[in-house]
């Protein structure tokens, strides 16, 4: 009964908008209910947050307006998510206030036309995705209180199909890659029917052309009337989506421009940064490519292979794929910690491996213990004296270092893990591997929401640890790590992955193709 | 443990962390001086509120409950219980639950006390033999919860009806004890669980000594840039001066000595070496690693099965070793002789998640909590009140030690 005047009521808007998309598709962005109404206007007014007396947020005044793509941009820490949260109700403000269609309101998040995509996505790993769905929605039943669990796997089967996965409903939101899962979050919310939609860094995990397509349904949505605010750290990706480009430094707003004046260069000038693109790559420097430290031979895991790969010490060999490509188990092979299903892993004897998880919200960090032993944990043995106890003043010397080289924020150690913003966990988590130092850094996306300047950092690092002798496995579903700092490249497909070519020796049609 | 003031947490004021950093970036003094001042008070809560309780009992009840012979007598009589706390909160550090603890002190409790008096072993070898039984016990949870992956409770629970029912059937349902003219339990043994069994005063000094100047060697090590080596060496001087005062006078330092039971110095070994090994050791640290996300602690190559059995293999010789106090203490095994303790336990493991609001499991705040307790329930019965009712205390304060320790340290945290 139900469904079926959703389905009519969807149809009539699927129509209406953007034509480069399917109606089958459409008719999820609007199941919930009626065409996608158009979105009431949304004042931000001097908005505060502080944390003790920490001021994250410093005075955010911002008005959005149905139509338009927002991009929110600002190095790690500025305070994007804090905004994000405190708009959403998880935190509350310290003074300001929240107009929505001009009364004010305490928070935007029980507002079903407004949507929340946060950083770590607020899926429920036990459950499937069809019950994820459910959550954000109003079940439909057969007969109160016996769910319709019919048509809610219909309705799951088109929000993925939506964002281009093919699966089961009924798969655990826990077995799917990060970036399934991202795809799965923004189904939901579309499943939900909003017509606001913030979105914290939900690209970050995306391999570019996954992303692209992720950012032209939100710009199709804005077209129909809806709201759209985007936090990234990809340039490219605001220059493409934004409409309007707001640049939020320590808490407070610097800039709000509209789109069009804007290129790269002064986008990069805004955020006071530095552009990777442009940091000098200096290969030539080292003695090139030495022993082989490890080696594939037609392996093969669950999800892909055969792959035949050899990292040498002194070289970055870069991989890139799709979401759901296995992309990310060559990297556990390598660092030994899963077996092949196929074919061997050569590990040249007494060489050290060492892993950057490809998501931090679960596998990279240790929310409850503080930053510097979430960065030490795998170096600890280098510390211990004479009576096998570990020397706590050399272990926080030795972190405090790397965390200022890495420029980790807030500084204090003995902080809790939880409390860094995104980037920062990331820092944290790829200092802990120079922390370690092994003889290969096996890195899964290492740039993953990462600010401008923290990104050139990371490369330049790496540059110094090829240079140093060090093996260097660099596993990123964004193309730009791969040509910025490995010397071989190779993409993971459905096919066989071959030893991976060297970056000068592939023809511009190859690169355009990983790109 | 944890030497930095890791206050894990509190979303509603985290900016403690934030600010007390060292070099907190660009923080107000004036603010970082509050922030200080608010998280002292948060920290102290706990120990303030107990303390706010013994001020009462002190005003109500004097003497009775302020004599120090009879406060080291309430934690002699408690031994078993903290024991069996620091057993528990190894395995809670590694993130499982083990609820066999008891059942493996009864086990050890009859064996200890029977072995020598119905099978006439030597007492040594049954004390060896039920140190071997608490690693095993330890080792066949490891094996269900690591190897097999039963849910911890349940394979706990489990093993813990297990080892009930082995130690009823070694004594056929009912008690061992020692039979009037037959054979008796050595004295030494007898010794380790009497209060009249004495540490003596001159180890507990020395370790006191030793304590003092490596803690004095730790200080001076640590001196702040502001100020010259002789005024560092001279404020450390003072304020060893000044504890030894306060200890002394008012703490009663040298009568504490005096009173101290072999049991309870075996206690605080049992907690010194496990703060060394949990706090300062790579293995303490990939310990609470496991127990803080496992898959994060395995991927960055901890070998999270082996330190989940260690954990469930150091908790049953500690188990074990409180079975074997209780054997001692009471001269004969019970069947329900440890049953009662493990309330109490778990109660002092999850006290040390407020106590230094840490937010998480400490060895010393285990042992501080668990004493703590004692003393209030003592408290009270000295006070006239029944002590049917020490369960009651026991489960409100468990209940509260947590309901505290998960608003304070979780709320909206990402899970
Ligand atoms: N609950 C909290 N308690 C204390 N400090 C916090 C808390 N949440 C965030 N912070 C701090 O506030 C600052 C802003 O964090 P926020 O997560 O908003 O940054 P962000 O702009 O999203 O950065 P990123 O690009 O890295 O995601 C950081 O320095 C962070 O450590
Ligand atoms: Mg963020």
């Avoid at chain 2, 060496?233 to 504490?256: H, I």
């Avoid at chain 2, 039971?261 to 206690?267: C, D, H, I, K």
Wanted: overall charge positive; charged content about 15%.
């Amino acid at each position: 009964m139900c469904m079926a005047r959703v389905d009519r009521s969807v149809h009539k808007r699927g129509r209406a908008t953007s034509p480069q998309i399917p109606p089958e598709e459409h008719r999820l962005a609007g199941s919930a209910g009626a065409p996608l109404p158009e979105a009431r206007p949304i004042d931000i007014v001097s908005l505060h947050k502080r944390f003790g007396s920490v001021s994250v947020l410093r005075g955010i005044d911002l008005q959005l307006r149905a139509g338009e793509v927002v991009g929110l941009m600002g190095p790690n820490g500025a305070g994007k998510s804090t905004l994000l949260k405190t708009l959403s109700g998880l935190y509350s403000p310290d003074g300001g206030q929240i107009l929505l269609g001009g009364e004010p309101v305490r928070s935007l998040g029980d507002r079903p036309e407004v949507a929340f995509i946060h950083q770590d996505l607020g899926l429920i790993d036990e459950m499937s995705i069809t019950d994820n769905l459910r959550l954000a929605q109003r079940p439909s039943y057969r007969v109160w209180p016996l769910l319709d669990h019919q048509s809610e796997d219909r309705l799951a089967r088109r929000a993925l199909q939506f964002v281009g996965l093919a699966l089961r409903p009924s798969t655990k939101v826990g077995e799917l890659s990060p970036a399934e899962k991202t795809l799965v979050a923004i189904a939901r919310a579309f499943a939900r029917g909003a017509s606001t939609l913030f979105v914290d860094e939900a690209t970050s995990t995306l391999a570019t052309s996954s992303a692209r397509r992720v950012i032209e349904v939100l710009r199709s949505l804005a077209r129909a009337g809806a709201i759209v605010v985007l936090i990234t750290h990809k340039l490219s990706e605001i220059l493409e989506a934004a409409d309007r480009v707001v640049v939020l430094l320590d808490g407070q707003i610097v800039t709000d421009d509209p789109a069009a004046g804007l290129d790269r260069e002064a986008l990069v000038a805004k955020m006071r940064s530095v552009d990777s693109r442009h940091a000098p790559r200096d290969d030539g420097a080292g003695d090139g490519p030495g022993a082989e430290l490890v080696r594939f031979e037609q392996v093969r895991s669950q999800r892909c292979g055969p792959v035949t790969l050899t990292v040498r010490a002194g070289e970055a060999v870069g991989l890139t794929g799709t979401p759901g490509s296995g992309l990310h188990d060559i990297g556990l092979m390598a660092a030994g910690l899963v077996a092949p299903v196929a074919g061997k892993v050569h590990r040249a004897p007494g060489v050290r491996c060492g892993l950057v998880p490809p998501h931090r919200e679960t596998q990279g960090g240790f929310n409850d213990l503080q930053v510097r032993e979430n960065m030490s944990i795998s170096a600890l043995p280098q510390w211990r004296n004479r009576i096998g106890l570990l020397d706590g003043r050399r272990e926080s010397r030795h972190v405090a270092g790397i965390a200022a080289r890495l420029s980790v924020t807030p500084r204090s150690p003995s902080a809790p893990f939880w409390v860094l913003s995104g980037g920062n966990k990331q820092k944290a988590i790829f200092g802990r591997l120079l922390l370690q130092q092994p003889d290969v850094f096996v890195l899964c996306e290492p740039t993953r929401g990462v600010d401008v300047a923290t990104r050139a950092e990371i490369y330049s690092l790496i540059t110094q640890l090829r240079r140093d002798g060090r093996g260097v496995l660099v596993l990123s579903s964004d193309a730009e790590d791969l040509l910025a700092v490995c010397d071989r490249i190779a993409t993971v497909g459905s096919g066989p992955v071959e030893e991976p070519e060297p970056v000068g020796a592939l023809s511009t049609g190859q690169l355009e193709g990983i790109l | 443990m944890s030497s930095g003031p890791l206050t894990a947490g509190r979303r509603d004021r985290p900016a403690d962390q934030a600010s007390s950093g060292e070099d907190g970036g660009a923080v107000r003094r004036g603010g970082a001086i509050t922030a200080l001042r608010g998280r002292v008070l948060q920290e102290a809560l706990t120990v303030v509120a107990f303390m706010v309780i013994f001020a009462v009992y002190g005003g109500w009840l004097g003497g009775k409950f302020f004599n120090v012979k009879a406060l080291i007598l309430d934690v002699h009589n408690t031994v078993p219980s903290l024991l069996l706390a620091l057993a528990v909160v190894v395995t809670l550090i590694a993130g499982q639950f083990d609820l066999s603890v008891t059942g493996v002190a009864t086990c050890a409790t009859f064996l200890s006390v029977g072995l020598t008096i119905k099978q006439g072993w030597p007492e040594a070898a049954a004390v060896v033999l039920v140190l071997v039984g608490g690693v095993a016990a330890g080792l066949l949870n490891a094996l269900l919860v690591v190897g097999l992956r039963v849910n911890t409770f349940i394979a706990t629970l489990g093993t813990n009806g297990l080892f009930l029912g082995i130690s009823a059937v070694y004594s056929g349902g009912g008690q061992v004890s020692v039979p009037l003219g037959g054979r008796q339990l050595p004295g030494w043994f007898s010794t380790i669980g009497a209060f009249t069994g004495k540490c003596w005063p001159w180890l507990t000094w020395t370790v006191i000594a030793v304590a003092v100047v490596l803690g004095l060697r730790g200080a001076l090590a640590r001196r702040p840039a502001r100020l010259t080596p002789p005024v560092w060496a001279g404020l450390c001087g003072v304020a060893v001066v000044a504890a030894a005062a306060v200890a002394e006078l008012v703490l009663r330092l040298s009568e504490v000595v005096d009173n101290l039971s072999w049991a309870v110095a075996l206690l605080l070994a049992v907690a010194c070496v496990l703060w060394l090994v949990v706090g300062h050791t790579v293995f303490g640290r990939n310990l609470r690693a496991t127990g803080a996300n496992s898959t994060a602690a395995w991927l960055t190559g901890v070998r999270t099965a082996r330190v989940t059995t260690a954990a469930f293999v150091i908790g049953g010789a500690v188990s074990a070793v409180a079975g074997i106090v209780l054997g001692s203490a009471l001269g004969s095994a019970t069947p329900d002789a440890a049953g009662s303790f493990l309330l109490p336990a778990f109660a002092a493991a999850f006290l040390s998640t407020v106590l230094f609001s840490s937010g998480r499991f400490h060895v010393w705040g285990t042992v501080i909590g668990g004493v703590f307790l004692v003393w209030v329930g003592q408290g009270l019965i000295s006070g006239g009140v029944n002590f049917t009712w020490m369960d009651v205390i026991n489960g409100l304060v468990l209940i509260s030690a947590v309901a505290i320790s998960t608003t304070f340290s979780r709320k909206g945290r990402p899970t």
